[in-house]
């Protein structure tokens, strides 16, 4: 729908161009207030009539605020992508209505419990373009972990949801090229959240708005069906994937110390301390907590911790504390921390029960 405005003598034209090229012309007073809650309602239609990314017309199933009957949409099963995949199949459920401006003009930071995605003008929505042309240029083969075949590599991508249909079905496994080509070519409808992973992280590197969305979006309460699809599951576990494999990414381009070993051992490691330093392992014999804080400030730089826990009943909150930041600056920079219980025998018994919340150090 397009909307014409212009504003004569105190009054506001403004011309409707509907899909059926009929047009109505209305005459409105130039109010702020009115002129505000007007617009509102003329943004409200826009958002209620999507188009899909291959130029059909999509159902109003979601936002619509006239209609009282039920309307039936369908519900992706993100676990058997098999089942899902070139046919137009799901359980069905009845849509839930939005009424009101407030309702659906939600974006992303609108709510803590997570984002609302009724707009493709909103960052999220799997139909959503960056004005900055963030994606020009990119094609199929920019998304990772799925082979195209031949020229399907080259094609460009519009949106986020016809990359996901593609790259969902050129990841399965149990079809043949041919087969994948030809449901490709005919529009097919292929939900998979592992394929939609990818897709996210190749938008992630490309384009700052994806980058931010990603990066502080926990959690997708509702995303408008696309096509008559409900796959709010689908997202939110492709988003799961992402942050765990951008966590580990993280760690790994941690620096990574160099150094040898040190080995805080327990009662009868003094010959091995006398030996000094084998190889890449310097053993040091701790009894009580105070001795094991001493070596590891003297260890600073070294590569990794192995400690033994001492038998010591002094522990205290002032001494956990001093550990608990010596393991941190350790970790933090780099280093690895490997912690052993001591062994107790009939003899320690009696000095290991004095030990205060021993078990839960």
Not at 162 to 191: N, P, Q
Not at 242 to 260: A, F, T, Y
Request: charged share 30%; glycine share 8%.
């Amino acid at each position: 729908m397009l909307t014409v405005w212009r504003c004569c003598k105190g009054v506001m034209h403004y011309s409707f161009l509907q899909p059926d090229q009929s047009v109505t012309a209305e005459s409105y007073t130039c109010d702020l207030y009115q002129m505000y809650e007007k617009l509102q309602q003329i943004w409200q239609a826009v958002v209620n009539r999507k188009f899909g990314s291959r130029g059909k017309a999509l159902e109003d199933v979601n936002m619509r605020e006239s209609s009282d009957e039920d309307e039936e949409v369908q519900h992706v099963n993100p676990v058997n992508q098999s089942e899902n995949c070139g046919r137009r199949e799901g359980h069905q459920g009845k849509s839930r209505e939005l009424r009101g401006w407030q309702k659906w003009q939600c974006g992303p930071g609108a709510s803590a419990s997570g984002a609302n995605l009724l707009s493709p003008l909103e960052r999220g929505h799997l139909l959503f373009k960056c004005s900055d042309g963030c994606l020009e240029g990119a094609t199929l083969k920019d998304v990772r972990g799925c082979s195209f075949p031949g020229a399907v590599a080259r094609e460009p991508i519009t949106t986020l949801w016809d990359a996901w249909l593609a790259t969902s079905i050129f990841r399965r496994s149990d079809i043949s090229v041919g087969e994948k080509i030809r449901m490709h070519k005919e529009g097919a409808v292929c939900y998979d959240a592992d394929s939609l992973k990818e897709v996210l992280k190749m938008a992630y590197q490309k384009c700052i708005n994806w980058t931010d969305f990603i990066a502080n979006t926990k959690k997708i309460v509702k995303h408008a069906p696309v096509e008559g699809y409900y796959f709010e599951s689908s997202y939110n576990e492709a988003l799961r994937m992402i942050r765990n494999d951008l966590e580990e990414e993280s760690v790994r381009r941690r620096p990574q110390k160099s150094g040898p070993v040190g080995f805080v051992a327990s009662e009868g490691a003094l010959a091995l301390e006398s030996d000094g330093q084998r190889g890449d392992i310097l053993v040091k014999m701790a009894t009580t907590f105070d001795r094991v804080l001493e070596v590891l400030e003297e260890w600073s730089t070294f590569r990794s911790w192995v400690i033994v826990w001492p038998i010591d009943p002094r522990m205290n909150e002032e001494r956990s504390k001093k550990l608990l930041k010596l393991a941190k600056t350790h970790l933090e920079s780099g280093g690895e921390i490997v912690t052993v219980w001591p062994l107790v025998n009939e003899k320690k018994e009696a000095k290991w029960r004095e030990s205060p919340n021993y078990g839960t150090r």
